[in-house]
């Protein structure tokens, strides 16, 4: 059965072979970003590609915040999909804000997001209250982008000339 695009059963069956195995689940995905000039880059993951930066396309942070929405559309579709639920229309406003100065260097200020808010807007008829906090913790606990951004991740960096 398909339910929002999500092969059900498939999704169930992927379910327990990791519930067995959750080592299954392990990922190391790379990426490659070439600088194409001006202020646009190209990322590459595999035969996969997307520019960032430059005139007409979503600048790096703006790109973060893409990133984010875009995984939890994944995460409602998927959660919702296995309550049975059957989504109509999704939408995620997402807002962050950071200041500029320490990347450009003018101040020794940081220049992460200090915040991101987001609103969902689900049209999932049927959807009990109990479902929709269903969807909200996942959301909040099993976003493997918003979990990132939220939990310190270790950096190696290497300048090679």
């Known amino acids: 059965m398909r339910i929002n695009a999500i092969d059900v059963e498939q999704l169930k069956a992927m379910q327990e072979k ?8 392990n990922k190391s995905p790379a990426v490659t970003v070439r600088w194409l000039g001006e202020g646009s880059a190209e990322v590459t993951m595999g035969d ?8 007409g396309n979503l600048n790096a942070m703006g790109a973060l915040l893409g990133s984010l929405g875009a995984c939890d559309i994944d995460v409602v579709l998927m959660h919702a999909a296995l309550q049975g639920l059957t989504v109509e229309d999704l939408r995620i406003d997402v807002k962050g804000e950071f200041n500029t100065s320490g990347f450009y260097g003018a101040t020794s200020r940081s220049p992460e997001y200090t915040q991101i808010t ?3 807007h689900l049209k999932a008829p049927g959807a009990t209250p109990e479902q929709l906090a269903y969807l909200k913790e996942k959301l909040e606990n099993s976003s493997p982008v918003g979990k990132s951004l939220k939990t310190p ?6 300048l090679m000339s």
Do not use: C, H, N, Q
């Not at 990791?18 to 689940?25: F, K, N, V, Y």
């Not at 996969?48 to 005139?55: A, F």
């Open 18 to 25: 990791l519930r067995a195995d959750p080592a299954i689940g």
């Open 48 to 55: 996969r590609k997307m520019l960032v930066g430059g005139d």
């Open 118 to 120: 987001y609103t969902v």
């Open 153 to 158: 991740v270790t950096f190696s960096i290497e």
